[in-house]
């Protein structure tokens, strides 16, 4: 196990609703990423989060929106719910050191449902 | 790698043999990437990296291949156990180092 935490694990939503998935990253960690994964298909970056502050934002429309606390804890807030919204969502949590690459370890998902 | 959406690539091993995952990249200057094993309904989990310095490192049972000159890398799996069995993705971070870009993925299935 990784250490990092999401809630919640399922989650089943109507379009044009609002969302809000919540992700605690491992002890020790900086950053955290969100990643839209749909079925069958690989993770696809959505953001990340370094020092409460967005740090890079992949291919997704403004109503994909986070934060980050000072705890390093974040959130992924979906806002207009689309049906092809449907999909895992999932966190990763890593050590920002300058100038190196670092890996991400993933947390187990929030299964979003749009119906 | 990219996305090869549903239809993920399938390897087939039997239990005990060794298993070999391949990755292709297209980024020269690319100097890190990570393997992910991602069991069904749960989150991708870290398995190995390697960086670009090196060509070959060496885990408990896993054995990653880097060749910068054809852009390749694989995956060796030791004496498959039914509990590898999973979908398997390369990935690599961008120059920035904050994005993962994911390979399209390849299912393996042992069988007992």
């Known amino acids: 196990e990784t250490g990092v935490t999401q809630s919640p694990t399922h989650l089943i939503k109507t379009r044009g609703q609002q969302v809000t998935l919540r992700c605690s990253s491992q002890?020790?960690?900086?950053?955290v990423s969100w990643y839209q994964q749909a079925l069958g298909q690989g993770p696809q970056f959505i953001f990340q989060?370094?020092?409460?502050?967005?740090?890079g934002r992949g291919n997704f429309p403004p109503r994909f929106s986070g934060l980050q606390f000072p705890n390093y804890s974040s959130e992924l807030n979906v806002n207009a719910l689309e049906l092809d919204d449907s999909a895992l969502y999932l966190c990763a949590s890593s050590l920002a050191l300058a100038g190196v690459k670092d890996t991400q370890y993933f947390g187990p998902g929030t299964r979003l449902t749009v119906l | 790698g990219e996305n090869v959406g549903l239809h993920l690539p399938t390897l087939s091993v039997q239990e005990g043999d060794n298993s070999i995952i391949n990755c292709a990249y297209s980024n020269s200057a690319s100097d890190y990437f990570i393997w992910y094993k991602q069991e069904s309904g749960k989150g991708p989990q870290f398995i190995i990296d390697i960086r670009s310095n090196m060509d070959k490192r060496q885990g408990q049972r896993v054995t990653v291949l880097l060749n910068k000159t054809v852009k390749h890398l694989s995956l060796q799996i030791a004496a498959t156990q039914p509990g590898d069995s999973a979908v398997y993705f390369c990935a690599e971070p961008n120059n920035a180092g904050n994005m993962l870009t994911f390979g399209g993925g390849t299912r393996l299935m042992v069988k007992p």
């Open positions: 002890s020790g960690h900086n950053t």
């Open positions: 989060y370094y020092r409460e502050e967005e740090n």
